[in-house]
């Protein structure tokens, strides 16, 4: 005497609570995961087009839960961001990349920044341009190797934004847009933000041999990055032919499986410097 379809009704009501017990799960987790040691950072390197060597690393952020095994930051970043955890994660995470690199300068690499992703609730927090002062004086890394990845969607108002990247600029970090092309006002952002590097988002890149038009998008941005005086990078290579193509465009570097997916710290020497270790 129940309703038709009670059974699905039943089993759609299940999902539901599993989806909310995970989410509470990894919730509860998360306040601990970085004390816990379950948080690490892996490294992709960004590498020059033309010389084929290493510029720099984006550190990418890794959990390790203990029994639900590795969660993407595609999955933990925005619950971070939904509980501010994000505030002092985000903390940790500059401050692990900085000491970071400075290990790898203090080996001898020659590298050229450290690109730390910056999510828009990080940005917006009143006391962020202190955490990044704070970091730097405590980390003692010159702030040019610095470079903050912010998509567009870390401007809410654009009168308080724009001020507050200037203030970052005037401190001597690097700024970077993220994922650029997925959002819609890009064109206005590139002409207002005092950008370094501007990153062409992999869904651009993974298309380039699909379409004349995607090309034309390809190139376009490259030119535009080129004419601004910017940066740029080309994200998720994943082939020869991408590569070749991004190189007869004169695009400055790129990221991507071809080259190595984010490895965690203890591999970055043997990986990507064999020959200056020896
Ligand atoms: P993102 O900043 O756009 O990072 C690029 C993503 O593409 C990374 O995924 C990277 O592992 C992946 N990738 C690199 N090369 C290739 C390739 O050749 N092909 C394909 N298909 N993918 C490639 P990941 O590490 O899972 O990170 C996902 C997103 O999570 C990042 O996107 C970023 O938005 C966020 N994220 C990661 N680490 C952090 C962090 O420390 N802080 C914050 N706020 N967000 C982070
Ligand atoms: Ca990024
Ligand atoms: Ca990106
Ligand atoms: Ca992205």
């Not at 490294?43 to 639900?68: K, S």
């Not at 010159?142 to 308080?160: A, C, G, K, M, W």
């Not at 064109?187 to 207002?192: D, F, R």
Request: charged content about 20%.
């Amino acid at each position: 005497a129940k309703l038709k379809g009670g059974n699905q009704y039943q089993f759609f009501t299940l999902e539901i609570n599993e989806l909310i017990s995970r989410k509470m799960i990894l919730e509860t987790g998360l306040r601990k995961a970085a004390s816990n040691g379950e948080i690490h950072i892996y490294y992709q390197p960004q590498v020059d087009i033309e010389t084929g060597g290493v510029n720099g690393f984006e550190a990418l952020v890794r959990w390790n839960h203990p029994e639900l095994g590795i969660i993407s930051p595609l999955e933990f970043i925005p619950l971070a961001e939904e509980t501010k955890l994000i505030i002092p994660l985000g903390e940790w995470i500059l401050r692990q990349a900085c000491l970071q690199f400075k290990e790898w300068l203090n080996q001898g690499l020659d590298l050229k920044h450290i690109s730390v992703n910056i999510s828009a609730v990080q940005f917006n927090e009143p006391t962020f341009i202190r955490t990044v002062k704070k970091i730097i004086e405590e980390t003692k890394i010159d702030p040019t190797y610095l470079d903050l990845e912010l998509t567009e969607s870390v401007v809410r108002n654009p009168d308080i934004s724009i001020p507050f990247m200037h203030e970052l600029k005037a401190m001597g970090v690097r700024l970077s847009l993220d994922d650029f092309g997925t959002g819609y006002s890009s064109l206005n952002y590139l002409k207002e933000f005092p950008l370094d590097t501007l990153k062409i988002d992999k869904s651009f890149i993974q298309t380039i041999h699909d379409s004349p038009k995607d090309q034309a998008v390809v190139d376009t941005i490259i030119h535009m990055a080129l004419n601004l005086n910017l940066n740029v990078i080309a994200e998720g290579v994943e082939t020869d032919a991408q590569l070749a193509y991004l190189m007869s465009r004169q695009c400055h570097q790129y990221q991507g499986y071809l080259c190595s997916a984010p490895v965690p710290h203890d591999q970055v020497l043997h990986t990507f410097f064999k020959e200056e270790q020896g």
